[in-house]
């Protein structure tokens, strides 16, 4: 199988999930909840929660971490990729219906930052969840990551390979906070005490 090969499969998955016919509440479930992962949004929303409510929350801390990993391999393989998003691509052979509520440009849709971030997520919860509860979240976070990565090519604002390439981004990400977390939580804790010394 040849880059064009992948192209091709790629346009036509495209094509066939984007033209499918969903309508009412059910699209505005896919519109919607598809930003459940969006790092835009959660960041700096949760971000400003830890810092002002949960600073002894291990998975929080850990989450925020992802999602500050995520932005030095996201951002850059999107800068250097470039590639169009579908309803802005001239590779699919059909219209492609943009349907996301938020102003998706027409820039680089490779990789999907949702399905990274919908990787992170069930990273996070994975890790540090106590048990038997782990289990069922990881299970939760597995099913909205499909549902992410399929609402991301159904409101034609990614390719399937967009979708699967941050899926193992997002796991990278994950890995590498992963690895990088006990320095992360010292930097963090001992600049919290620095700053509550200064305060006293």
């Known amino acids: ?59 929080l801390l850990f989450l ?9 391999i996201e951002m850059p393989s999107k800068f250097a990729f470039k590639r169009r998003r579908p309803f802005a691509s ?18 680089s849709s490779f990789p999907s930052g949702h399905a990274m971030l919908a990787m992170e997520y069930l990273f996070s919860f994975a890790l540090y969840t106590p048990a038997p509860y782990n289990m069922i979240y990881t299970i939760i976070w597995i099913l909205i990551a499909i549902f992410i990565g399929f609402s991301r090519v159904y409101l034609g604002v990614h390719f399937p390979t967009d979708v699967f390439i941050g899926f193992l981004l997002g796991i ?29």
């Open 172 to 200: 990278t990400v994950g890995l590498i906070t992963y690895l990088v977390f006990p320095w992360i939580k010292q930097v963090v804790f001992t600049t919290f005490s620095y700053i509550n010394n200064l305060l006293i």
């Open 1 to 59: 199988m040849n880059i064009q090969d992948i192209k091709n499969w790629d346009a036509k998955w495209a094509c066939k999930i984007n033209n499918l016919k969903i309508n009412g509440v059910l699209q505005w479930i896919f519109k919607i909840g598809t930003h459940l992962c969006s790092n835009i949004i959660w960041l700096p929303l949760l971000g400003i929660i830890y810092l002002i409510f949960l600073r002894d929350n291990i998975l």
């Open 90 to 107: 001239p590779h699919p052979k059909c219209q492609i219906v943009k349907r996301d509520l938020m102003r998706a440009k027409r820039n």
């Open 64 to 72: 925020v971490s992802s999602m500050v990993v995520d932005l030095f």
